[in-house]
Each structure stands twice: as structure tokens, then as C-alpha cells.
């Protein structure tokens, strides 16, 4: 419509800019008054008295240090968001979420994000991660997807199959490491049976490849679709993940697993080098350090079903009296980090020093995706919320997340400890020993 005081016509248009910074970004561009809103895109972590980019100099580490955490690991789609534009009338002033408006020296902004994504897309390792927008379950389980494969430090990319041109969607997915598809309409129109058409014959042999259920109602068999992801001898990097209803939390939760196992296999090499990379003193310093073997347990309802996880923890230690409270430090990637957010519960099962092996033998087994990790294993229903507590455990304590502190590779959780009792007062606590610093 037209304002009528500045009596400007107002015509939005709306690029999908996808993974700036969310799957499901939008910008917005007014035709009347040549401004794109770009929401995070070309931001900056703080706004200052300055409205407009006037001086430069003055925003420009803190523009590239942005770019660094927010946009980086979406390199390519800041490439494909930049080729949209390139499509609009000129643009007068970049509106963003937060940060300076730009407009001043628009041309000297852009081209940074192009350098520095070129710069970044070529020769990295990704996990292309295929979804039909608005079809089935697509949005969300892919997000879970590609959510998990991030957790392990692995780049990723969406590819929206029904609005990738054939070029581009040839270029990603014939350039990617892994390539994740989900199942597709038996009948689809035709544009979609071309990009299908152009998917499949982008696959190269060497990717690892996996598949998840759209439920779209009417989707070609997933197994019809893993084996066409196989056809030129591709490696699987998970089970095709099978959604036989509508998707609950449990679901969500596997292919988020799912994508975690995937994006370890893309950064292993990097894994291995970390290890290695450790000098032989300090390591064997390190190695020093000690802690209790305890097993961390969560456990939530959600509206869509039930989500729960355990992991074997020593790195934990008690931080506060007054309120109790204590930190576990849990690696990026861990399977139960999703149910380990502030205002979570959870429980820390301490292990005995007599009776623990048993314990650290099932926890530390490789769980397929979303499996019970509670299954075969003897707990106490009810005796504290957050999470089972185990019937062979020593003691153990009820706790609240409050606040999480990002570290390297763990997040630091610190929790207060809200309830908590011990099976055996003349019993002691399991003691972890190392001899280096460089794993547990
Ligand atoms: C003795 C020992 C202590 C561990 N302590 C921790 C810990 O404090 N934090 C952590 O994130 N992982 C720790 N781990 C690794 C986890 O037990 C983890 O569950 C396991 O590697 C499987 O990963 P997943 O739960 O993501 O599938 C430890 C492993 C062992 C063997």
C-alpha cells in the first residue's frame, strides 16, 4: 500500500535466504523505498550510537568477527543469497536485525561477505542436506539433520530441492562430502522430477549418503531411495530413517543423532590431528587431573513424546555451596547435550567403587541413533525428576541447569543441585585414573 505521509508505494518481494543464520531466514525488499531488510545477515553483535555506517574503520573487525561466528560455517549460502540479490533494482541501505544500518559504503560490505564465502566454500568438507520445502516433515527433520551434523563441528547445507536451480543444485550437491535426501512424492510434477533427475546424477561415488522420511502421505519407498543414494557404490553413513507417523520427539531426536554421526565422520581426520597434537609432558600432566565416574541420566516429556539420553561422565566437580551446585563439562557432540539447555533437568548417578564396571560397560556402548539407552539396565522410576535414577548407583543428585558456558569442544553446564540421597553411606565413589590428557 502507500504510506500516506511520505506517500512512498510500498511493494515487498521476498528472497529465501536460507542458514542466514536460520533455515528459514527471509529477506525483504521494498521496492518503493530500495531497502533490504536481511534480518541477521550482514550484521553486527552490538549497535552503537552511530546509526548508519559512516566511518568504516570503526565497524570493520567487529564486521569480519561477525561474519567469522555467524556466517562462516554457511559460506555457501551466503553465495546463493548474494546471486538472489543480484536479481534486485539497486538496493539503497541494507536494513539488519542489529548493527549499523548500511549505506554508506554498501559496496565495500557486500563484497567482503563475497571474498570471504568464496574464499571459505572451496576445499572445505560439508554435508549437503536435501529437503522439499513445505512437503511432508520435510523443514523440521531436516533441521534436526543438520542440526546434529553442526554439533560435531562439520559444515552443513541446506538445499532446498524444489528452489535450487538445476546448475546451483548440481554444483552442491556434486561438491558435498555427504549427501542426505529425503523421500519424495511418488508422482512429483515435473519441476521436482527434474531436480530429482539432477540430484541423483550429481552423486559422486565417494560421498557418504543417507535418507530420511519426508512423510508426505504419498512418498516413493525410502528404501527405493537409499539405494538410489547407493547406486554408484556410496558409503551409508546412518540407516535411512524410517517416519512411519506423524514425527514425535523421539524422532526429531534420532535424526539429529543421526546427523551427529554423520558429521563425525566428515571431521575425524581433524578429530585424530586434535589428539595427536598434544605435547608429550603436558599431556601426561593432564593426565593427572582426576575425577569420580558418574552417569549423567535426562529424561523429558515433551508434547510429542518422550526424549531421554545418558552418558558416562568424570568431568564433574562440585562449584557452589550456597546454592549447591556443580558443573559437567559435556563434549559439543554428545547425544544428550540437546536435553542438557538452561532450565533443563537432569540427574548425576554417582557410581560406586565396588560396583561400577557393569555400568560403564552398557553406557559406553555405541547406541544407534535415538535408541533407549535405559533398555536392559535396572533404575529407580520416580525417585528423582530429570532423569532414571540407576538402581546401582552409589548416590545421586537431582539438578537444574542454570547456565552454560562455551568452551573449545564442551560446553561447561553449570547446574544446581536440587535434590539428592545416597543408597549406601559406608560405600565410596568409582575413581576415574588417566594416564594422558588428551581423551578420558
Ligand atoms: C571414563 C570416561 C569418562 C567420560 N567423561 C565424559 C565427560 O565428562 N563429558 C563428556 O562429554 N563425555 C565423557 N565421556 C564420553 C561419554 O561417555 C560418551 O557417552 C560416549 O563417548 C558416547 O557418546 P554419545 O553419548 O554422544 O553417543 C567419558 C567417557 C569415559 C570412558
Known sequence: GTNPTSGVAHRFEFLSAPNLHWPDTIFSFDHGTGILYTCDAFGLHYCSRELFDTDPGAIAPDFRFYYDCLMGPNARSVLQALKRMDGLPEISTVAVGHGPLLRHHLGLWLDDYRTWSSERSTGENYAAVCYLSQYGFCDRLSQAIARGIGKAGAAVQLVDLRATDAQELSALIGEASAVVVPTWPARPDAELQASIGTLLAALKPKQWVGSYDAFGGDDEPIDAVASQLRSLGQKTAFEPLRVHQV??????????????????????????????????????????????????????????????????????????????????????????????????????NILREDNHQELLRHFLKRFPPGADRFAGVSTLEGAATGGPVLGDALAYLGCRVVQRLEGPDHWIIYAEVEQGNVADTQASTAVHHRKVGNHY
Open 247 to 348: 514425527p514425535g520427539g523421539n524422532d526429531y531426536q534420532r535424526c539429529e543423532e543421526a546427523g551427529t554421526d554423520l558429521g563425525q565422520l566428515l571431521t575425524k581426520e581433524k578429530t585424530i590431528a586434535a589428539m595427536k597434537s598434544l605435547d608429550a609432558d603436558l599431556d601426561k600432566a593432564l593426565g593427572r587431573l582426576s575425577g569420580g565416574l558418574y552417569v549423567v541420566t535426562a529424561r523429558q516429556e515433551t508434547p510429542e513424546g518422550t526424549r531421554s539420553s545418558a552418558m558416562v561422565a568424570s568431568w564433574v566437580s562440585q562449584a557452589s555451596f550456597e546454592p549447591p551446585g556443580l558443573t559437567v563439562a559435556v563434549a559439543k557432540d554428545r547425544a544428550i547435550e540437546a536435553l542438557l539447555q538452561v532450565d533443563d533437568r537432569f540427574v548425576l
